[in-house]
């Protein structure tokens, strides 16, 4: 079965560079979520989107933006990064009704040197 | 703001003993998540939980979600190196939101 596709896998970037991460969701998920982990905690939400309008905002940095495409995937845009902001992370899919599950991709590593 | 809690952090155990894992919280969720997750990698699901009281057998691994939808548990029968992990609770106040994560519980198995 398809699953959630993510891209690049990895990706290495200095200070105040841009970055923007790719996530491609199942066929037929009307809704994507990204989330960010940190070495040895958990998974913390940033967006989500639900039918391409922004839906849900979480502990995401205002230098980050992110959008749905008519296509359904989705990017998420980083400016001005920071040695801080090294982490994976993760693009998720679901469908909305009836307390489908997300489905994760297996994320992008972000290191900022 | 949904706080989940997972218990015990680390878990050690020799192969063929059984273990459990506890997610508790003091807020109701629509839904509950098991994950289990490599190192870096995508936490992959292993089984969702909606209704109070539900049981669910995946192989070797019972998941039990509480009658009030406020914690939920993961029982490993018999556990084998290959259910060496981390697991990962997460819950969805309502359909389509967000995740709250419970920690993790990194789980080995010794043979």
């Known amino acids: 079965a398809a699953g959630v596709i993510q891209s690049p896998r990895h990706l290495i970037k200095e200070k105040r560079e841009t970055a923007t991460l790719k996530c491609y969701p199942i066929?037929?998920?009307?809704?994507v979520y990204w989330y960010q982990q940190g070495p040895g905690q958990d998974p913390q939400f940033l967006i989500s989107?639900?039918?391409?309008?922004?839906?849900d905002k979480g502990s995401i940095p205002d230098r980050f933006s992110a959008q749905q495409f008519s296509d359904y995937h989705s990017e998420l845009n980083m400016s001005s990064l920071e040695l801080g902001d090294s982490a994976l992370y993760f693009c998720?899919?679901?469908?909305?009704?009836?307390?489908?599950?997300?489905?994760f991709g297996d994320g992008t590593r972000l290191s900022i040197l | 703001t949904q706080l989940l809690e997972q218990s015990p952090q680390f878990l050690s155990i020799q192969e063929g003993e059984n273990l459990t894992v506890y997610c508790n919280s003091s807020?109701?969720?629509?839904?509950l998540q098991w994950y289990r997750q490599e190192p870096g990698e995508g936490p992959v699901l292993l089984v969702t939980?909606?209704?109070?009281?539900e049981v669910k057998k995946l192989k070797r691994l019972t998941f039990q979600f509480g009658d009030a939808r406020k914690d939920s548990s993961l029982h490993i029968t018999a556990a084998q190196p290959g259910d060496t992990g981390l697991y990962l609770c997460?819950?969805?106040?309502?359909?389509?939101?967000?995740?709250?994560f419970g920690g993790g519980t990194r789980v080995l198995v010794k043979p």
């Open positions: 998720a899919s679901s469908v909305r009704r009836g307390n489908q599950p997300q489905h």
């Open positions: 066929p037929r998920h009307d809704t």
């Open positions: 989107f639900y039918e391409k309008m922004q839906s």
């Open positions: 807020s109701v969720f629509s839904s």
């Open positions: 939980v909606v209704t109070g009281g």
């Open positions: 997460a819950g969805a106040g309502a359909a389509g939101n967000k995740l709250t």
